[in-house]
């Protein structure tokens, strides 16, 4: 796939690492793929969501499918 979103860094696993008190916050990936644009935005008019979202020739737009990882060593 070939999309303004996607990086050389793309097929790395940790997107990003943040800590916040004594939690530590892992966003992971588990790839990009393509959805129909029209069905994701619903109502919103096409003029308003592709400037955030470039469609491709069929009408698609990349989206990701991300986790995100809380851990924390304190025990509740």
Same mark, same amino acid.
């Given at each position: 796939m070939s999309? &303004?979103?996607e990086t050389s860094t793309t097929h790395e696993l940790v997107r990003g690492q943040t @800590?916040?008190?004594d939690m530590e916050l892992t966003i992971l990936t588990d790839g990009p793929y393509l959805a129909d644009g029209g !069905?994701?935005?619903g109502v919103v008019p096409k003029p308003l969501w592709e400037?955030? !979202?470039t &469609? +491709?020739?069929r009408n698609q737009i990349l989206m990701g @499918? +991300? @986790?995100c990882l809380l851990y @924390?060593?304190?025990c509740v």
């Open positions: 999309h &303004p979103a @800590t916040l008190g !069905a994701m935005f400037k955030r !979202a &469609p +491709n020739a @499918t +991300n @986790t @924390t060593s304190r």
